[in-house]
């Protein structure tokens, strides 16, 4: 959803820089996220899950308009940002599961940014910052893709229309909340994060 194309994570002297210098996160309408950032993240976002294919993502809503016009502002402050946002640019390769970063050049950078790795060519802070938020995406992943589908499978995922008076049908996929009127007697079964 946010990413472009890989470029390998070498030692050389590119720089990363905070979430938002990245034109292609700020202006992003939708960020995937994973079931431990619900609680901090949906007191500012809507939190849906987006629809492709037969898939389904855990995800953030920051704009009502696919055009990205109207976006949500995202506090400046760690704590309200999705992971992936924190590990941006640093993603993994889907080919190879290597880690890589999003061939993406910082458009607003807001300071001088961090070196990729130190001078003895160990890993900057900064690079491990956006590590360590991709490695705590990446170990959620699995529950939050389980916990989707006991929703599904109970049929407490509904349809949300997505409140827009100025476009008709805006976005190509379709959205789904939690409902919780279904059936209030459904038990979800017990999903232990690993």
Known sequence: MIYGEPVPLRGDDRRIYAPWSYERLASAAILPIVASE??????????????????????ILRSFRQDGLGLLPIPNRLEVLPLLALAYPVRLDAASAS???DDVVAENPTDGGAPLF????????????????????????????????????????EPWQIPTKDIENPWQR?????????DANAQLPHIVSE
Do not use: H
């Open 38 to 59: 619900v609680e901090a993240l949906s007191g500012a976002f809507p939190v849906v899950w987006a629809q492709e294919a037969d898939a389904l993502t855990l995800c």
């Open 99 to 101: 880690l890589c970063l």
């Open 118 to 157: 130190e001078a003895s060519g160990t890993p900057s802070a900064g690079l491990e910052m956006k590590v360590s938020a991709l490695s705590r995406y990446r170990a959620n992943l699995a529950f939050t893709q389980s916990l989707t589908e006991a929703l599904q499978e109970r049929d407490l995922l």
């Open 174 to 182: 379709p959205f789904l909340i939690w409902s919780r009127t279904r």
